[in-house]
């Protein structure tokens, strides 16, 4: 009678906690195979609460002397468990490596959607202001600051405006590294302004993202109405593939934040922000990192190099680059649950 009641309590105490048991097993052995690495910001998360349950669960099974079976079960489990949360952690550089071996790209597919959103807005600023301007040229000081301008307007000459696109290289490197840094600084302070703007709903994100179209399109058509249209986007595009798409990826982290707040689902507001906030952030940083990359070409490799099929050739090379980094780059390490970053 006394060996069936401890029966019953041991079948009846596995049962109650047996679906928390299951899921440390499954983030151990994931541990286990591919690092800590391998877990997703939630399963980081989730992984100290399951092995302190189970730790718990351990402690009630010794107490009342349930089957040995499930006593074994436990201590293993706890002890794998325990070197999982408490076992060395990943350096610096694997950290670092990891970040954009994984995380990064992972996280741009994640969010393709609003990514998606964020260049079609971008775009349609470009063919906005490049339509306005076309058809008046007048407008382009009502679209262009006199900041961004620096003299490129309708009232400059055909010769002034082909001489900023082929710079005579007379700017020392040192200076064109100081450029490059002051570029690196202001883009980065764009995108997380960008970013930080989808606390209030995301809507100063759509204005942000638009007006800087119109600002590139509006010289776009200012310099295809002189006929230097090739050479003017052969200018851009070799550090705008990559500037341009951190703009649309700190857009796109921005909208994240906007939508989280708008629509909270079934958590409070403050809570899905914070959810949603943690993985548009991973956006974010790559993006900065994109800043600096761009930084470099504009402020070097663009003020060099004159050559338009060399510019064309390096426009392309980014762009192929990019889109197989985000495509592919990290996907045989597991797929990665949208909603989980």
């Not at 099974?61 to 468990?81: C, F, H, K, M, N």
């Not at 620096?150 to 200076?175: C, F, I, K, M, W």
């Not at 986007?233 to 593939?241: E, F, N, Q, R, Y």
Request: glycine fraction near 10%; charged fraction near 20%.
């Amino acid at each position: 009678m006394m060996q069936g009641e401890m029966t019953l309590k041991s079948a009846q105490f596995r049962r109650e906690r047996e679906a928390a048991w299951k899921e440390l097993e499954t983030l151990v052995a994931q541990v286990e195979k591919g690092g800590l690495r391998s877990l997703s910001a939630d399963e980081l998360e989730r992984l100290p609460s399951l092995y302190r349950t189970a730790v718990g669960s351990l402690s009630v099974a010794q107490a009342i002397s349930l089957d040995r079976s499930l006593l074994e079960y436990l201590t293993a489990l706890v002890g794998r468990a325990y070197l999982c949360v408490y076992g060395t952690k990943a350096g610096a550089g694997e950290t670092f490596l990891g970040f954009f071996r994984r995380r990064f790209p992972a996280a741009v597919r994640a969010h393709a959607l609003f990514l998606a959103a964020a260049v079609l807005l971008f775009g349609l600023g470009i063919l906005t202001g490049w339509r306005l301007t076309w058809t008046d040229p007048e407008r382009y000081y009502s679209l262009v600051d006199e900041e961004a301008a620096q003299g490129r307007d309708p009232a400059a000459s055909t010769e002034e405006l082909r001489q900023v696109l082929y710079d005579n290289g007379a700017t020392s490197g040192s200076l064109l590294g100081l450029f490059a840094t002051f570029l690196f600084t202001h883009n980065a302070k764009i995108g997380i302004l960008c970013f930080a703007l989808g606390f209030a709903g995301g809507l100063p994100v759509l204005y942000l993202l638009f007006t800087n179209g119109l600002t590139l399109g509006a010289m776009a058509a200012l310099y295809q109405r002189r006929g230097l249209g090739l050479e003017f986007w052969a200018w851009i595009l070799p550090h705008g593939v990559t500037e341009l798409t951190a703009v649309c990826l700190c857009g796109a982290a921005g909208l994240v934040l906007g939508t989280a707040l708008i629509f909270p689902g079934p958590h409070t507001r403050l809570r899905n922000l914070a959810r949603r906030g943690r993985r548009a952030s991973v956006l974010i940083i790559g993006a900065v990192a994109m800043f600096l990359i761009a930084g470099l070409i504009e402020g070097i490799f663009r003020q060099r190099v004159h050559s338009l099929s060399v510019r064309w050739l390096v426009a392309g090379g980014t762009l192929t680059l990019w889109t197989i980094y985000f495509l592919f780059v990290g996907r045989d390490r597991g797929a990665i649950d949208p909603d989980r970053w």
